[in-house]
């Protein structure tokens, strides 16, 4: 088997290299950060990302380590209900659970995995070369490294993407985001739920992700904030208790800010011996919390296909063919729904709310179904 090199120890790149590890390739990674931090917000394990982590023998630390979610609901500012959507049906037909979890633990979880597979940190691509089939990876740090084959899971600015493709654009959905962790006691029946909060130009999400930590989220559009230190109780002022106390129950020093852009749909995830994985080949937006979950689909379909086919050619088409449509769909509805829900004008508001009130649950598992089931 020929030796892959990984660009990007996130959580798609070390998902990518566990499976790949699991099926019998040697593996390396480079990673331009110079160490792992600790900080970071929460991220939702929707039932397919579970899947993926059940088939890698990695669910049940998952689960141990994560707060159960049942439900995920669309809710007024009042906490009045608009969708609850329950996950039982899932549970029972895909025999995985939900979950919510810190970033870092979730990090911390994979990193141990990997053995003694090398991670070589503060690697910051600089560019990237093929000839004679073999791929030359030049560093900022001036050091330079001959691969077989490279997966690029270094992200939405992907230096391993731009090298291969330079025709690609990212998308500014023109919304900004404020994630933290909060310290508040909330009602109990919150417990677990995943819950977002739809207003007038605004969104504010929220679940716990342990018994007493919660991941928040607020998004706002751009052309309403002056800076990243906006009062967030005063833009959320007309939303109920509980979201104001999971602000004020925030330090504000770890408070993260970000701007939300995606990249547009392209038409090729790989040349040559290079490949795409993650948000290098498919970032959405946050709007389906997908993000890295549909990373976590890549790295094992991408794991499969290398593992069952004869070249490396066939694996990547192979692997395109499985994982594009879907994870394409992923960006396109995501996009569709952020400009819905951030709206700002009140009629639309005010019908976006009833359509959601009244669509049928049906319509809703068939919808979840299509992003939960897996095709490989």
């Known amino acids: 088997m020929k030796k892959i090199t990984i660009i990007g120890a996130g959580i798609g790149g070390l998902t990518t290299a566990i499976s790949l590890i699991q099926k019998g390739f040697e593996v390396e990674i480079f990673e331009h950060s110079p160490e792992f931090k600790k900080a970071g917000s929460g991220i939702n394990l929707a039932i397919n990302a579970m899947q993926v982590y059940k088939r890698l023998g990695i669910y049940d630390e998952i689960i141990a380590n994560a707060n159960y979610t049942n439900s995920m609901n669309a809710r007024t500012m009042k906490l009045s209900f608009l969708m609850k959507a329950n996950f039982k049906h899932f549970e029972d037909k895909y025999g995985v659970k939900s979950v919510a979890i810190h970033r870092a633990t979730l990090h ?222 992923v960006i396109r509805t995501s996009w569709f729904i952020g400009k819905l829900a951030q709206s700002d004008n009140l009629i639309v508001c005010l019908i976006r709310n009833f359509i959601t009130k009244i669509t049928p649950e049906s319509v809703t598992i068939k919808q979840s179904d299509k992003i939960f089931k897996l095709n490989y």
């Open 108 to 329: 911390e979880i994979l990193l141990n995995q990997i053995g003694k597979t090398p991670i070589h940190l503060n690697k910051k691509l600089k560019q990237l070369e093929q000839h004679n089939g073999l791929v030359t990876l030049n560093f900022e740090d001036g050091t330079i490294h001959q691969a077989e084959i490279v997966i690029g899971a270094d992200g939405i600015h992907s230096k391993v993407r731009k090298s291969i493709f330079s025709n690609t654009e990212l998308r500014d959905a023109k919304q900004v985001c404020w994630r933290g962790i909060s310290n508040a006691k909330i009602d109990k029946k919150h417990g677990h739920e995943l819950n977002e909060i739809w207003g007038k130009g605004n969104r504010f999400g929220f679940v716990h992700i342990t018994p007493n930590k919660v991941y928040w989220f607020a998004i706002i559009n751009k052309n309403k904030f002056k800076t990243k230190d906006a009062d967030l109780l005063d833009i959320f002022s007309d939303y109920h208790q509980t979201v104001k106390d999971i602000i004020t129950e925030t330090p504000q020093e770890d408070i993260l800010f970000n701007e939300i852009w995606d990249l547009k749909p392209i038409d090729n995830w790989y040349r040559d011996n290079v490949c795409l994985v993650g948000d290098s080949a498919h970032a959405t937006t946050p709007n389906m919390g997908q993000g890295a979950v549909q990373a976590i689909e890549s790295a094992m379909a991408i794991s499969i296909c290398l593992k069952e086919e004869s070249t490396t050619q066939k694996a990547f088409s192979r692997y395109e063919q499985i994982r594009k449509e879907k994870a394409q769909d």
